[in-house]
């Protein structure tokens, strides 16, 4: 009895789950890829705008006038 103690899960056999698509949900995995793929490369597009945006602007904003100056 002693022996069952120590080591209750001596007689314990894993079982081997195959894969199976259908129950698994196989396109879960492949939709939230696509959309962070999507996303990823959006991100980029408006990174490389506004890099471009920033190093071609030719306008001058003026200094603000405020109440006090005159």
Known sequence: MSEDKDNPFKDYVPEILEYDEEVDG???????EARLTTKEDLVEKIKKAKANAKGNQTTFRGNIRTENEK
């Open 26 to 32: 196989s396109d879960e995995h492949q939709i939230r």
